[in-house]
């Protein structure tokens, strides 16, 4: 029902701050219901704690506003985008989360450096390119969906479920708006984790192939055995 979606996605709002992801404002996550193809999002400028779950914006997966008397978030069409292409994802999470953001300013993808990456992402967490001037002048908030479906053109988005914005920030995203924040929660520690491991070893180090795959294959493979069984 779409009580429910609107109940996701609330949730998973308030899983930002919770985690300490978002700073003021900042961030906004979102659910869909593939079935109905509709999507319900945060609203726009709204304070987490004056947040509820009646608040969440519903649209169609064209932007055609469903139910809801706010604004949705500014953020939404890149939201939209990434569901057209990522048919697999269940939810979407968008953040400033600091140690993610830097790498993201930067523009330098979050390298591998040890197991704790390798359990929630098969590989570097990538870069977009810089927006053209005539992408941040037109639909800037679609193209920065378009920037991010254009990096994954030979990236598997299951195995690597994040992404950083060149001088934005990250986008994550799951099966459900509750993975698609845990996944946020993994990025914003493999990040930290980074950037220590170049203060202490500036060249960083060389992560092995087979842990890495060993690691993100126990957890998320076809034979995965991490965990317990449904």
């Known amino acids: 029902m779409l009580t429910e979606l609107k109940r996701e996605a609330y949730e998973a709002n308030m899983g930002l701050p919770a985690h300490g992801l978002v700073t003021l404002n900042f961030g906004n996550a979102s659910a869909v219901d593939r ?17 509820r779950p009646a608040d969440m914006v519903l649209l169609d997966l064209e932007g055609r506003r469903v139910e ?44 591998v450096f040890g197991t704790t990456h390798s359990d ?7 870069v977009t390119r810089e927006l053209t001037r005539a992408e941040i002048a037109g639909e800037y908030e679609l193209e ?13 988005p299951e195995e690597v479920p994040a992404v950083l914005v060149f001088r934005h920030g990250p986008f ?25 491991t170049l203060a202490l070893r500036p060249a960083g180090t ?4 087979a842990l ?13 055995y991490y965990g317990q069984k449904a």
């Open 35 to 51: 079935r109905r193809g509709i999507v319900a999002i945060k609203p726009s400028g709204v304070g987490y704690g004056a947040l």
């Open 68 to 111: 809801g008397r706010l604004r949705p978030s500014s953020d939404t069409p890149t939201h939209l985008e990434l569901y057209r292409r990522f048919r697999h994802a269940g939810g979407i999470a968008h953040t400033h989360s600091a140690h993610a953001t830097a790498f993201a300013q930067a523009g330098r993808p979050i390298p």
């Open 120 to 126: 929630f992402f098969n590989g570097p967490v990538p």
């Open 144 to 156: 920065t969906g378009r920037v991010i479906a254009e990096r994954f053109a030979s990236l598997d």
């Open 172 to 196: 994550t995203w799951g099966h459900s708006a509750a993975e698609a924040v845990e996944n946020a929660v993994a990025l914003e520690l493999c990040a930290g984790l980074a950037l220590e």
């Open 206 to 209: 060389r992560f092995p192939g």
């Open 212 to 224: 890495l795959r060993r690691h993100f294959q126990r957890k998320h493979g076809t034979s995965a």
